[in-house]
């Protein structure tokens, strides 16, 4: 679901009130009441050291004149990327045109029509949404990575992919480790994060995308990392809406999202699965992963999660003389396509050890390779949301290594 953050800026408790028991039960929308001290001063940190979707301010009757210029500077400014709405006591017909004139979405009349508030609001999520929809800013571009198994391999391909998309392909990329007891994409990078995801779930009514970057340790190839904190970190604390409001504001800041899920089935794992484009499941060649898989594929859409999003990705393949094939792992788990990632031990062995991307340390090697392949396909389904993504390709081998039938 769609996150909206609003700020009131209030002078009457009554106000307040009035705007946080309307606005706030609006399915998203989260709220900050604020006290006005100085309005000028308060107006002047929004928009540029926060964001926010909606803004209401209320003010003063007793302005004057210098003071009202000061903060019509000031809305006039906000009001270019913020839907901005204005309230003050009385009726004064002059205010209200100079508000309307700096691009004030509206000037409400108190006391306040609690039902008016929320058709106005309302409107701000449609067009929030429908503007996501086409920048592709929106949560198509959320890729989740898990494994059938542990062990499989979802937080080493994630976070080369990520890489890769960022390195390679120059797209505004996270990477956000979800899988809160078990600490892996730092370690994987050698990053010394700053924050980490839970800082951002546990705070999640102040997230916004600027919050939200602020929070993320940079790569030296360009990709943005949101780690797992590791250690006893609850999970049974974080909230469906944690984790929309997290993952709204990460497909706000950045052209993809990588995810690195946890091998849990809850709430709050299955709405990040909901939220997500492609969901890429990884397996490896043996039995008990197989018969996993299928339970996985063949479950995950009784919790509403979309089957068509979901695609394999057989980690470590042809590791062994007794290797199931694609075509069987197709066929066994009825699944059009499957994306091989061949077996280089030493080379993830040593960017394991040395905290870089494979990419790095085995340039020529085949994992590198199909990597680079699999990246090449999501850069693709980015660049053509809906489309299947293996039709912009020019080398028709291509297709078939990523087991498109």
């Given amino acids: 679901m769609l996150s909206l953050k609003v700020i009131s800026l209030y002078l009457d408790d009554e106000v307040c009130r009035d705007i946080e028991l309307s606005v706030g039960r609006i399915d998203g929308v989260s709220i900050e009441s604020r006290k006005v001290n100085n309005l000028v001063s308060q107006l002047n940190s929004i928009g540029d050291k926060e964001s926010s979707d909606v803004l209401f301010v209320e003010l003063d009757d007793d302005l004057d004149e210098l003071q009202l210029d000061d903060i019509e500077t000031e809305l006039a400014r906000i009001a270019d990327s913020i839907a901005v709405f204005v309230s003050f006591a009385s009726h004064n017909i002059s205010l209200m045109r100079r508000m309307i004139r700096i691009g004030v979405r509206d000037v409400i009349p108190q006391p306040l029509d609690r039902n008016d508030l929320v058709n106005q609001v309302s409107v701000v999520v449609s067009e929030k949404r429908e503007r996501l929809l086409n920048t592709k800013g929106s949560l198509s571009s959320v890729y989740a990575f898990f494994n059938a198994k542990g062990g499989c391999g979802a937080s080493t391909l994630a976070t080369n992919v990520a890489v890769e998309l960022a390195q390679r392909h120059k797209l505004k990329v996270a990477l956000i480790d979800l899988d809160l007891q078990l600490a892996t ?16 779930i546990s705070q999640s009514h102040r997230v916004d995308s600027v919050f939200l970057k602020a929070l993320m340790t940079r790569h030296s190839s360009g990709l943005d990392v949101l780690p797992s904190p590791g250690g006893l970190t609850s999970i049974t604390d974080v909230s469906i809406e944690d984790i929309r409001r997290v ?13 690195d899920m946890p091998l849990l089935f809850t709430g709050w794992t299955i709405e990040a699965l909901k939220m997500s484009e492609k969901i890429l499941l990884v397996v490896q060649n043996a039995l008990a992963t197989i018969r996993d898989a299928k339970s996985i594929l063949d479950n995950l859409p009784t919790l509403g999660v979309d089957r068509v999003a979901i695609e394999v990705v057989s980690n470590r393949a042809e590791a062994s003389m007794g290797s199931v094939s694609i075509d069987e792992l197709k066929k066994t788990l009825h699944v059009r396509r499957v994306h091989r990632i061949r077996s280089d031990f030493s080379a993830s062995a040593n960017a394991q050890n040395q905290g870089k991307p494979v990419s790095t340390v085995a340039p020529n090697s085949k994992m590198t390779k199909d990597i680079r392949t699999l990246s090449r396909y999501l850069y693709l389904s980015f660049k053509n949301p809906g489309e299947d993504p293996t039709k912009y390709s020019k080398s028709s081998l291509w297709g078939k290594l990523i087991g498109q039938s």
């Fill in 247 to 259: 993952l709204d504001a990460a497909a706000e800041a950045y052209d993809v999202v990588i995810l």
């Fill in 185 to 200: 994409t730092d370690l994987l990078l050698d990053l010394v994060p700053k924050s980490t995801v839970y800082d951002a």
